[in-house]
């Protein structure tokens, strides 16, 4: 033994030797947080790394004793290279890595297979090498109290004998699925549709996750039982009517990085198909923001990345692309998961003022039928506040005819609003306001300004309602909310109601 070196078993006045309970450890590295589409997104980009153009997965039910299989045909490992990425933290975080390297961390192949079964197996070839494999059963290390990696199977793990490696390739295998079929038997239709489901779901996720590769014409090709996964682009780049603003290059860590934001077209210019497609997995109004891609791998797919923006229904139509490569990985704070990125403090200024550009750009893209039905619309605007005046002064009066104050009267009474009214009317500070506005005048508010659309929903609403009880139709009850101060400034919050209403 060396001088610097110690072994377990020796003695050191200055340090203990505590190795990790690998039972314990087990356990917690199956807690990272993983659904069953990022863990498997996991496993994809260490094959898109090992250079695959095609994976194949299975997903094969069989109650508790169903399994995962996903082959690759990518350039494989040797036995040596095999053993070092079965190791939990296989490569040190920061070891520079290539441009192309979807890796960062050394353990998704790991916490990924491990979030979602108890077996893991893999299967490798290199061009030049014959097959070798390894698997880790955790309950074979909760046991034996040691991180024994098997080399040989017990049982064989016959699903992969299916699969054939002809030049290079890995296979990986996932068995003993609790976290994903649990206990259930072969005949429990309940858990068989939920496992049907989960399959569309990571079928969904891994076309939206690796859209760009799936895109290029020589690219990535990905199955899924047979059936090939279709590229899910969240920018309709294909369509005409998409708006591509100007890219911005923004300087983060010593190297560029770029944000392109797209406006989607409105509904009117797309078929129908085409729009309900283009909501995405989570829908049309989660799916706005900042699409944050890694090496062109989708890390967040719609966030406004806590820029002080809120996800409103108006603004739905915009979506921005960032482009970051993988040496930024620190900066943006990246997770094993690749499924969180958070952008630099001294970035944040630049993004916000990109993201609101892009919002105005999407408002008045979605505006656009709201605009002409305001146009359409012959009623004259109902005011609120009116200014009347009494021996020669202004007096400022609360219109009794305005719907809400007329629903008002009707729910409660007339007398016992009316003194209300009178109150708010005599002590307006209008001296007070009249000062501010003249002196402060960039200072005084909109109405409604900064409100979300559910914080004015209920207002909308109860005046929807009224109208309809007061006799109108709905095509009539809509233009007049768009003719009331103050929605006539706000007609896409008037659209996104009738949106709602009709959708229902
Ligand atoms: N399908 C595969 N083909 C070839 N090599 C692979 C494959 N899967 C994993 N490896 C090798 O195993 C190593 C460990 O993979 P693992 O996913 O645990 O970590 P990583 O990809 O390096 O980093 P990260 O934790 O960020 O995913 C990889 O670096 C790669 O060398
Ligand atoms: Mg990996």
């Known amino acids: 033994m060396t001088k610097n070196s110690t072994s377990i078993n020796e003695v050191s006045d200055d340090y203990d030797i505590t190795q990790p309970a690998p039972a314990a450890l087990v356990e917690s590295l199956r807690a990272f947080g993983y659904s069953l589409r990022t863990a ?47 190791r939990p933290g296989s490569k040190s975080p920061l070891e520079e890595r290539s441009p192309k390297d979807l890796g960062r961390f050394g353990l998704g192949l790991k916490t990924a297979s491990f979030s979602q079964c108890r077996r893991l197996s893999v299967v490798s070839k290199t061009a030049k090498c014959s097959s070798v494999s390894r698997c880790w059963d955790l309950d074979y290390i909760n046991d034996s109290h040691e991180w024994r990696l098997l080399k040989r199977f017990n049982p064989p793990p016959l699903h992969i004998a299916k699969e054939t490696l002809d030049g290079a390739g890995t296979v990986i295998l996932w068995e003993k699925m609790d976290r994903v079929t649990g206990n259930t038997s072969h005949d429990d239709n309940n858990a068989y549709k939920r496992f049907l489901e989960a399959i569309d779901e990571v079928r969904e996720h891994l076309a939206m996750v690796f859209h760009r590769y799936l895109e290029k014409p020589s690219g990535l090709k990905m199955w899924i039982n047979g059936r090939q996964i279709e590229a899910w682009d969240p920018f309709l780049k294909t369509e005409k009517a998409t708006q591509e603003l100007p890219p911005t290059k923004l300087l983060c ?46 890390l967040v797919a719609g966030d406004w990345l806590g820029l002080g923006f809120q996800k409103e229904e108006h603004y739905k139509l915009a979506r921005i692309q960032i482009d970051l490569p993988n040496s930024m990985d620190s900066e943006w704070q990246i997770d094993v998961k690749k499924s969180r990125a958070k952008p630099p403090g001294y970035l944040r200024a630049d993004l916000r003022s990109i993201g609101k550009l892009a919002r105005e750009h999407a408002v008045q893209i979605y505006r656009h039928r709201g605009k002409v039905n305001a146009r359409k619309s012959s009623q004259d605007h109902i005011f609120l506040w009116q200014q009347k005046v009494r021996y020669g002064k202004y007096f400022y009066s609360i219109n009794r005819e305005h719907p809400l104050i007329a629903k008002v009267f009707l729910d409660v009474g007339r007398d016992s609003i009316e003194p209300l009214l009178k109150m708010l009317e005599e002590t307006i500070p209008s001296a007070h306001i009249m000062i501010t506005s ?54 896409e919050f008037i659209e996104t109601f009738k949106n709602q209403i009709e959708g229902e």
């Open 40 to 86: 498997v997104a996991d496993l994809i980009d260490n094959s898109i790394s090992a250079k695959a153009k095609n994976v194949w997965a299975r997903f094969e039910w069989d109650g508790k004793h169903s399994y995962i299989v996903i082959k690759d045909d990518g350039e494989g490992m040797t036995e040596a290279e095999l053993v070092s990425a079965m």
């Open 253 to 298: 860590d010593g190297q560029y990085l770029m944000v392109t934001p797209y406006i989607l077209p409105h509904q009117s210019k797309i078929s129908k198909e085409t729009h309900k497609n283009a909501s995405g997995p989570q829908g049309w109004n989660a799916q706005q923001g900042f699409y944050v891609y890694r090496n062109e791998r989708l």
């Open 438 to 491: 003249s002196e402060e005048p960039e200072k005084i508010g909109a109405p409604f300004e900064d409100c979300t659309y559910d914080e004015i929903k209920p207002i909308i609403e109860s005046l929807y309602f009224s109208f309809l009880s007061s006799g109108c139709t709905k095509e009539d009850a809509f233009s007049r909310l768009i003719a009331l101060e103050p929605f006539n400034y706000y007609p």
